[in-house]
Nanobody
Framework: QVQLVESGGGLVQAGGSLRLSCAAS????????MGWYRQAPGKQRELVAA???????YYADSVKGRFTISRDNAKNTVYLQMNSLKPEDTAVYYC???????????????WGQGTQVTVSS
């Protein structure tokens, strides 16, 4: 069994910062990519940032220059440092991981339960 557990969400004023963490645990052989998505009410889930095993990163245009994704491979953990937050960043943030499950001997996508980020104006 594989679990992804997020933490770090909350309420912050516009211009503030938050740091999200997501730890993957369980029967994991290897993790290829890890990423953060978000879903605002009435909107589709969108990719915010991703980081590959080789440390290459991707950012949505809306967060470039404000958000930074990083990972600690030894801890199977991915982070999202969010600075200069805007009210439009308000959403539920989900992490996911593209990994190889040791038990199933298969590669798959796994998701966390989500953490709420609310930015007040």
């Amino acid at each position: 069994q594989v679990q992804l557990v997020e933490s770090g969400g909350g309420l912050v004023q516009a211009g503030g910062s938050l740091r999200l963490s997501c730890a993957a645990s369980g029967s994991i052989s290897s993790i290829n990519a890890m990423g953060w998505y978000r879903q605002a009410p009435g909107k589709q889930r969108e990719l915010v940032a991703a980081i590959l095993s080789g440390r290459s990163t991707y950012y949505a245009d809306s967060v470039k220059g404000r958000f930074t994704i990083s990972r600690d491979n030894a801890k199977n953990t991915v982070y999202l440092q969010m600075n200069s937050l805007k009210p439009e960043d308000t959403a539920v943030y989900y992490c996911n991981a593209d990994l190889v499950n040791t038990t199933a001997q298969a590669r798959g996508l796994f998701w966390g339960q989500g953490t709420q980020v609310t930015v007040s104006s």
